[in-house]
């Protein structure tokens, strides 16, 4: 029994001190959650709002959504939601350069459908579609835990893009955001 405990004592003793050691040796910034802005998508009269987990120094988890409020200003988009996985090169945790890969259910507008006269048309019903497609970006984080992030990425609708205007999808943006 005291055998027992002993060995029970150590193991204990070892893993405090193990686990204290990879407390201390943790970035203070390296926390597992963001969530972040697009600046550029109000230009095309929408919102696009993002959020990101860390799953390690070098990879993610996130999903955006981008939802158009002004519909003369973008034409044929009526919101879309993109969930994607990156991969980071940077020395910091989840900062610097990455690629992505995504995919993105989307609303799209049908296609236009002009009358005999050219002049007169009528359009199809809102089109439902997933795409895939894969980005790259740079992501800057500060010590106050501030994120700024530029990217673009590219993917083609699946299966309906017979029944739009175009078969491509285009994720772009300037984003702001917080780690926590």
Known sequence: MKKNFLLATILFAFYSVNAQNNQTNRDPHEKKNEIKLNLIAPLSGAVEVAFERHLNKHSSL?????IVYDHTKEKDMNYN???YYRYYFGKKYASGF???GFGMF???DGKKIYAADNVTFTENKDVYDLALGAGLGWKLITKKGFVVEANLGYGKL???ANKTDHDVVAKYGLSIGYRF
């Open 62 to 66: 996130g999903i955006s959504t981008f």
């Open 81 to 83: 939601i993109s969930p």
């Open 98 to 100: 990455f690629v992505e």
């Open 106 to 108: 989307t609303s799209i």
């Open 158 to 160: 699946m299966f309906n």
